[in-house]
């Protein structure tokens, strides 16, 4: 039966709304998750849902592989937890899907993407910080921004050394083996510029003004109307070579932007669909649906 394979899930993930669709379309859902059994049987949402380490790519592998043996019809790969969509883009590609969403590692890791955007002002200073031991030439740059190396959406600001040492500290604990990188804080608006890539030609779905409190997490966001203003122009401009310069030919993009004078900073990309709050909101305000549409372009459809 024709199938579709999703690397995690999450009730608040804007992957819920895909899976309802896949099924709608008449497509066989499998979700991998490494959440507790109790919570993956709870979930009503996929017809199967198998229990793997997500962490590791061949335990994911393996698992792709028996649903081949089982006769399954493998007809794409997705994930839409930013943690994974490198592993369901190498998988794709791997297993010969149709769409294979390419750019991912360009965009969740920060080496990479600065990389890719050389030559440019896009991307805010940063370096890898390997202790909780603080320089004094770290201090004079502060506040500073602590962020995994390779994990999209997670920044802590510290102000204080003794925030400093406690984010980082955190950001240990959490992910062990990534590393934390101080990144230079940016005063300024913050904006979102929800992409999706086809054949190289890039739709901005909708661009967004976000309200960000002292600790750096969203708490409203409000669809910027499509007029042709300096603002609109500027930020579409950007987010269209943003999203060249990363190579993406095909495949979704979240770019979060602030504004600093008459110059845009990258402080976070995510390569896929936005929340299920976000994606809601993208589809009541503009009647379109990004998950959905994500979907679509997967299955070539």
């Known amino acids: ?4 394979v999703f690397l995690d899930f999450d009730p608040l993930s804007s992957g819920v709304e895909a899976i309802r669709a896949a099924a709608e379309w008449r497509y066989h859902t499998v979700a991998l998750t490494d ?13 199967t ?4 380490r997500l962490d590791d790519l061949n335990e994911i592998r393996g698992l792709v592989s028996r649903l081949v043996l089982e006769r399954f019809e493998l007809c794409a790969i997705l994930s839409f937890s930013a943690p994974y969509c490198v592993s369901a883009a190498l998988l794709s590609k791997e ?6 969403f390419n750019g991912t590692e360009k965009v969740c890791d920060k080496f990479l993407s600065q990389k890719s955007l050389r030559g440019t002002d896009y991307m805010p200073f940063f370096r890898v910080t390997e202790t909780s031991s603080i320089m004094l030439k770290t201090v004079k740059e502060m506040p500073l ?12 600001l510290a102000q204080t050394v003794q925030q400093y040492r406690r984010v980082f500290a955190s950001l240990r604990e959490k992910y ?5 990188i101080a990144e230079k804080y940016i005063d300024g608006p913050q904006y979102l510029a929800v992409t999706l890539t086809e054949n190289g030609d890039t739709r901005i779905l909708a661009m967004m003004k976000q309200d960000v409190d002292k600790s750096l997490s969203v708490t409203g966001n409000r669809i910027l109307p499509n007029d042709h203003s300096e603002l609109i122009y500027s930020l579409k401009s950007t987010a269209d070579d943003i999203i060249r310069l990363f190579g993406i030919k095909d495949g979704p993009c979240q770019l979060t932007l ?5 110059r845009w900073k990258l402080t976070d990309a995510a390569p896929c669909a936005p929340s299920g709050e ?24």
């Open 1 to 4: 039966m024709k199938t579709v």
């Open 35 to 47: 959440r507790p059994a109790a919570t993956a049987a709870a979930f009503p949402h996929a017809h």
């Open 49 to 52: 849902v198998r229990q793997c």
């Open 95 to 100: 297993y010969g899907m149709l769409k294979k």
């Open 145 to 156: 921004v602590l962020k995994p190396l390779t994990v999209p959406g997670e920044g802590y």
């Open 176 to 180: 062990p083996d990534i590393p934390v």
């Open 258 to 262: 602030r504004r600093s004078g008459d």
């Open 278 to 301: 976000i994606n809601a909101l993208i589809e009541a305000e503009r009647g379109v649906n990004p998950a959905r549409e994500t979907l679509k372009l997967a299955l070539g459809l």
